[in-house]
């Protein structure tokens, strides 16, 4: 048997056959019904390099089809597909669309390398090895986060990314849309969100609590159009935009625009210039909770996901503790202090997510301190997902020791400048287990999957967001899709071929040869709460 091609994420199964199948000029395709959008992806994204017209015709060379019967070797089975590559013909099954979209990431794999370049090439004849492959998803959540708060990134860089998510097998963008230092995302109901709250004046140099500053001035937004044009351009790749708002901190930007939101209506705040946690949060009145309401309405109704992110994190009490008013909310509520309104306020947000069908999501400081309905990502210590699920949460990891992508991959010198206190190699994200196999087998089932965090403090440009990201998330992408691989074995001989695909996008990435198949895992600091 000839050996097997290198793919990133590792198919389920895979079985190489002798021969090839040919692309070429005239090769004909079929898309049964319900495969036509997959049958218009893969001439989307054909199309650059090959020039191929992929003419249709009853009997296709290429046929895409849905079978509701499939199986498939996934477990969930939404995304699941089955692709046979014979010398005579291609055939693409899946029980959904979202299967087959998947399915043509594969197809693209399988070509020549220069079927991902963006200029025509000069060849005639696209070789495929012939194969039988069933593939289908461990985890159903395969996420990358970018915040795109602290530095704006425009749409047209979102739907590339999207695409490179989604050449992996991807299936979310979580768009951290708002924070302390910007909020990028219109409520007509509040002007003044991106009249000020979009723009700071300077930007903090270096880590939290440094004292000098870039001068250069720092703004940007979406519009409604864009945003919906980019969950539209998502999903025809597979990809859910997973919005996120932050509540009740995280705030300041909102703060800057109308303080009487937070706690000290008289304050004028600006937006913030600084890195770190920051003091300012929504008051707990009815003011702010109305105006919670007025967002999630407008993120609902551009973002169609079923999940709806509302931050959570780093909220300190500070302010709250200080405020008259804030103490009538805890009689009212009958709650024990400051310290309970964190939970207390998303609570409120998440019933009102509910309420409209949606799945409140937040990030978990602890794993044990929100309703059991909310969707919660941990992220500063790996037992939190397991409290979480016992708990009874649908859990995502991002333990920030393997999944935040703001850390340097190494600690060579010739890094990019990150976020300091840890290091984030590749082997250790290659080696997270969202649901490890010690735990109950309940407590596993509850984790939907893990997403890596790009964060953006010290990321102001498109190409160290991909030199972040990659190869990092292919190692995400593979752990998540396929589950464990032997590091020296698989990983890392399919991550160097892949290299060539990522070279071909234009994806500047750490180099592949620097990781040595018996790297140790790197040791990393604590994260400071
Ligand atoms: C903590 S993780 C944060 C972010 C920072 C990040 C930097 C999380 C939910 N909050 O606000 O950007 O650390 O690593």
Redesign the pocket.
Known sequence: MPAPPHLVPRPARLAPLPGHFTLDHGTTVRADPGAQAALDLLRTLLAPATGLPLTPAETGDVVLALDPRLVGAGGPGDEGYDLSVTPYRILLRARRPAGLLHGVQTLRQLLPVEALLGTPQRRDTWPLPCAEITDGPRHPWRGAML?VARHFQPAAYLRRYVDLLALHKLNVLHLHLTDDQGWRMPVPAYPRLIEIGSRRPRSMAGPAGSTTYDPTPHEGSYSRAELTGLVAYAAERGVTVVPETELPG?TRAALAAYPELGNDPGARLGVWTDWGVCENVLGVHDRALAFCRDVLDEVMDVFPSRHVHIGG??CPTTEWARTPTAYDRIRAEGLDGPGALRAWFLTRAGRHLREHGRTPTA?AETGAELPPWFTVMT?RDPAHARTAARRGHAVITGD?RAT?F?YAQSTEPSEPPA?PGAVVGLRAVHGHDPAPPHWDPQERARVIGAQGNV?T?FVTDPSHIEYLSFPRLCALADRTWTGPSDWGDDFLPRLRAHGARLDALGVPHRPLDAEAPTEERTPTKEKTP
């Open positions: 915040d995280h994190d780093e990030w992220w920030h935040y703001d976020q964060w403090e």
